[in-house]
Structures are given as C-alpha cells and as structure tokens.
C-alpha cells in the first residue's frame, strides 16, 4: 500500500501527514511500524446487529466491528497493548474476559453501561474490534458464517474473482434494521416499501488490472417474484 502510494501524491501527502501526527500523538505511534508493519493479511469492516442496550441503545443495536489478518501477531499484540495502557493512563479501565474459549480484553469508562469496546484474537491470525455489548455473536465463532450465506453467495458469486475486496448489503436485513431508525408513527410510503421488498443485495467489487487504471463492478440482485 505504502509503496503504491509513492506514485499518488494526494496519497503520499496524506500517509506523510498521518506519520507525523501520530508520532507527535500521546501513543506517540510509528505508522510504518505499529501499523502498517503488520497489516499484512485479508481485512473486514462489517456493522453488527445486536440487542439495542447498553451502550447501543442509540444505535439501535448496531455495532461497528473490525477484523484484520496478519502473519505478524507479536506485532499486532504490541499496538493493542500500547493502547490498553493509553486507556488505563487516561482514566479508563481495562480487564479480561473468557468468551468461549477465547481471551477478550475489555475496555471501560467512568459513567458508560458496562464494557463499550473489546478485542482479542478470535483465531491465531485475526484480530478484532468491536463494540463490547456484540462480541458472544461472532466470538469464538459466528452462528453462520457471512461466507456460507446463500443470499452472499448468490449475490457475490456473480462478481469477478480477481478483485482487492466486496463490499456487500444483504436486502432483507438492511431494509429491517433502517426502519428501526424511523419514527414510530412515520408509514413509509408504499412505493418505497415495494422498492426495497424487491431489492435481494447488493455487491461491489473492484480491481486494478494495471497500476494505472481501476475497474469496478457493482450487481444489484432483484427477488424472483417479489420472493
């Protein structure tokens, strides 16, 4: 990525900036070294849907969460250290956990409802992040992986295999949890309702088939008679 970016100079700018602002930060950060050094794997940003409490009360139990591969662990163990110790330093407080198997650092802050953000290793190789309230749905393993999904499959199966990633919305559940958000005496219109009913998911993926040129690939799947 790093050495990609030395032919962009938007980008070179920006990862220049972000070197000297984390270095003269309170974690007083090496970008090259506590992150990029072990960023070297697969990663994923998903939102979660969990029970609307707690600190996702406002959410509607929606939950960020982070997952990064890497072949470098010791590495990646060091940066969430530093940063369990920036939490404790700045008034907060950090403990552990057992989660299936699987040891779960927590961290706390004066006044919150319980934990509000955890991590750990729920494989030797992936690190995660995520909202606390969350973590006994994925962690030590997801009840269905997203990847065994046959609604994922129909709609990403579609998409070139050769890519840097997918971006995925599954229809049903999106449409579901938006109206969660909207006021309970609000009827959404008719037309609106039948629109997002028929939508099954959405997938997006991209390439680079040269370093100077970038493809994408977008798939909106519709449901067979409205199923």
Known sequence: FVKSAESMPELKQSI?????QLKSSPLALDLDKD???????EFAIASVSGKPEGILAQTQGLAPLLIFQTTNRPAGESLMKKLDDFVTKSGGQVSKKDVG???????????????IISHGWNQQDMLF??????VSLFVPKPAT???????????VGTLPTSNV????IDGDRTWKIAQTFLPPNEKTPVEVK???????????TAAYPTPNS????AVLALKKGGK
Do not use: C, H
Not at 101 to 115: C, K, L, N, T, Y
């Open 165 to 168: 990633g997918y971006f995925y």
């Open 16 to 20: 220049a900036q972000a070197r000297a």
């Open 214 to 217: 970038a493809e994408v690939e």
């Open 194 to 204: 039948a629109m997002f009913d028929s939508i099954r998911g959405l997938g997006v």
């Open 101 to 115: 198997g699987v040891s779960v650092i927590e961290w706390s802050v004066p006044g919150a409802p319980g934990a």
């Open 129 to 134: 992040m995520t909202a606390s309230p969350i």
């Open 145 to 155: 992986a997203i990847d065994a999904d046959a609604n994922f499959k129909a709609v």
């Open 35 to 41: 992150i990029f050094g072990w960023l070297d794997g």
